[in-house]
């Protein structure tokens, strides 16, 4: 039955007045009994106990009303009650406990810590470990900051046999104390925590990070076991501009991980850009460069150094198939491989020229050529195929050069017969070509001939002319040189006056209009030996007066052929000065006639290639430009456009060509000739080569100071030759 509390209460109050202690206690303990929720009775009862001399009673009593308070959110009554608990009993170890957590909550630190370390050092006393251990940890729960109680916790946990809380409070520790820069507690921390669990993955990645933090590279990756933790180390190292340990964790990591392409993809790249095609061929295969050009063009060097040159071969194929603009890069490949395996280069040079042909692209075919032979010289294979590419092709400038090439490449080959051939048909075509004479009796010496310069001087003579294959000749004779000194047919015109007496330039129509061979070195048109002669007929006219002349063209032992004047008349020695001078003479005509007609020629060449360029007819002005470039007053402005013609034909070898070929000469103007170099420049990085084309920016710089981008072109080359 329950009481009636107010009654009971008052009845106690009474009690307690008239100093029945015991009796008043009753009457409490009645109402807290049945009221449990009656603190402040509760409270009353404890506080009688107390007076009572009940300390144990008045313990329990305020421990039931302290937890209950606690349990219900009430914290600042309840820590009350538990500080007056210690007052009876300081080393009550649940008001203690109580009291500091209720107090940690509260931001109250020191009491909590001064009750935890009160009953740290009670428990240490009765040599409990297992309890301290546990207070250890409460400690370092107080406060976060606090990493020497927490190192202490985890540690203690490891004494209580929570390995598992132990890990994870090392773990947490050492990434924030990572995060504030404190690496070395951070590897002590990660340290304690490997000691727990050796193969736990986030422990080691953290102490990898660390010791990355830390700038410990070896140990980083000592601790490496992933293709990923490698790459890391890599990324961090090439960031502190350690490219060769970079390298090498990079290599670790595709060792890691096989089937990383990428990663391989750009291990090939850089092992082939240092030279070392042979490691490089480890990390690139065609199915891993399907797709990318550049790969290919790589691999394809690769094969063809490693001496797979059928592989080679189908992947240039196999490029040129999917994009046959890419045959330039393909010839690129072939040169560059030559100057080591001229076999093997000259067969990718080989695709590339069949393809152009193919496309009717025949200066390009023989560009593809005349870069390899400069980079080979004497390569008569490639020099065979040039000259038939050009007789193809109708290139004959280039065809002339072409057999020049060959003609040397026989003789220094010691095949005299191929070389005879051949430079019996330069001279031929230029008898007046000192080296075109050289090489003949080169050929001669080769031979075995006992008196080349005879010989030489024989067929200069037209007594056994000279045959030219020459197609534009059109199998016509060339007349021998008599016919140019010769008198007139009739002996009263040989003794004829100064007035009416025949001169060179009525000789040399006579023997035009008879139809007589002339011997070679002789085809000048005669307007222009009239031209040349011009107020020198006067002498001409009295060198013809005399009764006999012979010209004998022989050639000195140096190999120049230049004609000798010998009179066989009586008086002889009353010979005219100008007879003297003849030979002077025809060497004048000859230099006139080829100089007005190379500077004549070559104007007329550039003005058609201007025609031809606007009217879209590009091959043919490039053939016109070729020609032109040979005056040298033009060689700046038809070597600049020919190298940008080829830039806009993506043919970046020839415009590179082309465009040193207008640096090597004076530009008509400086911002003209900075343009050049800028252009030139821009080609050479196209083409790869950074190094030369820093350079020129750097000249260029010099020179012209703030000259469009140059100084971020500068800047920009650097860093990529920074990067190897």
């Known amino acids: 039955m329950a009481i009636d509390r107010a009654a009971a209460l008052h009845n106690a109050e009474k009690l307690l007045r008239q100093g029945k202690l015991d ?12 009221f449990p929720r009656d603190w402040n009775t509760g409270n ?10 009940k300390a144990d009673q008045a313990v329990d009593q305020f421990i039931r009303i302290a937890d209950s308070l606690s349990d219900e959110g009430f914290l600042p009554k309840a820590h009350a009650i538990y500080k007056k608990i210690l007052k009876l009993k300081p080393d009550h170890e649940h008001a203690l406990l109580q009291g500091a957590e209720i107090a ?21 006393g009765r040599n409990d470990q297992r309890g301290v251990a546990q207070i250890r940890i409460r400690l370092a729960i107080l406060d976060p900051a606090d990493y020497a109680a927490r190192f202490a916790a985890a540690r203690a946990r490891i004494d209580v046999g929570d390995s598992a809380g132990a890990l994870r409070d090392f773990k947490a520790l050492a990434l924030e104390l990572t995060e504030k820069g404190r690496q070395a507690e951070a590897v002590e921390a990660l340290r304690e925590a490997a000691t727990l669990e050796p193969d736990d993955p986030d422990v080691r990645e953290q102490l990898i990070q660390v010791y990355l933090a830390g700038g410990d590279f070896g140990k980083a ?8 933790q490698h790459k890391a180390i890599a990324v961090k190292l090439e960031a502190l501009g350690q490219p060769e340990e970079a390298f090498a964790a990079l290599r670790e990591a ?6 990383d392409t990428a990663l391989r993809e750009q291990l090939g790249r850089a092992l082939a850009a240092r030279g070392d095609l042979t490691a490089a061929a480890e990390y690139l295969t065609v199915e891993s460069a399907a797709g990318n050009p550049q790969l290919l063009l790589m691999l394809a060097e690769i094969r063809l150094r490693s001496e797979r040159v059928d592989e080679a071969l189908e992947i240039a194929r196999q490029l040129i198939h999917d994009d046959p603009m890419r045959r330039q890069d393909v010839a690129m490949v072939g040169w560059t491989v030559a100057e080591q395996a001229p076999e093997a280069g000259l067969k990718l040079v080989d695709l590339a020229a069949d393809t152009a042909v193919a ?3 025949w200066p390009s075919a023989a560009a593809a050529l005349q870069e390899f032979v400069t980079r080979v010289p004497n390569h008569v294979p490639a020099l065979m195929r040039l000259v038939e590419i050009c007789v193809d092709g109708g290139l004959e400038a280039t065809m002339y050069s072409a057999q020049a090439q060959l003609a040397d490449a026989y003789i220094a080959a010691g095949q005299g017969d191929e070389a005879r051939f051949i430079t019996e048909d330069l001279v031929a075509r230029e008898p007046w070509d000192r080296a075109n004479i050289e090489r003949f009796r080169r050929a001669l010496v080769l031979l075995g001939e006992p008196d080349p310069d005879g010989v030489i001087a024989e067929r200069l003579s037209g007594q056994s002319p000279f045959m030219s294959t020459d197609v534009s000749l059109k199998g016509e004779e060339l007349p021998p040189f008599e016919l140019l000194t010769e008198s007139s047919s009739s002996p009263a015109d040989s003794s004829s006056d100064a007035s009416d007496g025949t001169d060179l330039t009525s000789a040399l129509e006579a023997a035009s209009a008879a ?10 048109e005669l307007s222009d030996i009239r031209a040349i002669v011009g107020d020198a007929d006067q002498a001409i006219t009295a060198h013809s007066r005399s009764q006999s002349v012979e010209v004998d063209l022989s050639v000195v032992l140096d190999g120049a052929a230049k004609p000798v004047v010998t009179e066989q008349a009586a008086d002889a020695r009353d010979a005219s000065p100008a007879v003297s001078d003849l030979d002077g003479v025809f060497a004048q005509m000859r230099e ?4 007005r007609s190379s500077v004549g020629g070559a104007e007329d060449e550039y003005k058609r290639a201007i025609a031809l360029i606007e009217a879209g007819q590009i091959d043919e002005a490039i053939v016109a430009l070729k020609a032109a470039s040979k005056a040298p007053r033009l060689r700046f402005a038809t070597s600049a456009r020919l190298g940008r013609l080829f830039r806009d034909r993506g043919m970046l070898p020839q415009s590179v060509d082309w465009f040193e070929r207008a640096a090597e000469t004076s530009a008509p103007s400086p911002d003209e000739g900075h343009q050049l170099l800028y252009e030139l420049a821009e080609a050479l990085e196209a083409t790869g080569e950074t190094a030369r084309a820093l350079a020129i920016c750097i000249e260029l710089q010099a020179e012209a100071g703030d000259f469009r981008d140059v100084a971020d072109r500068v800047n920009r080359l650097a860093k990529v030759q920074t990067r190897g």
């Open 221 to 228: 990756r000592e601790l490496a076991t992933t293709s990923a």
């Open 359 to 361: 496309h009717q692209d």
């Open 104 to 124: 940690g909550s509260q931001g109250l630190l020191v009491d909590a810590r001064a009750y935890l370390n009160t009953l740290l050092e009670r428990r240490r």
């Open 592 to 595: 006139e006639s080829a100089r």
């Open 23 to 34: 009796l008043a206690i009753a009457e409490y303990l009645r109402v807290v009994e049945e």
């Open 44 to 53: 009353l009862l404890g506080d009688l106990y107390v007076r009572a001399g």
């Open 254 to 259: 595709a060792r890691l991980d096989p089937s």
């Open 515 to 524: 139809g007589e061979p002339m011997a070679a070195g002789a085809d000048l």
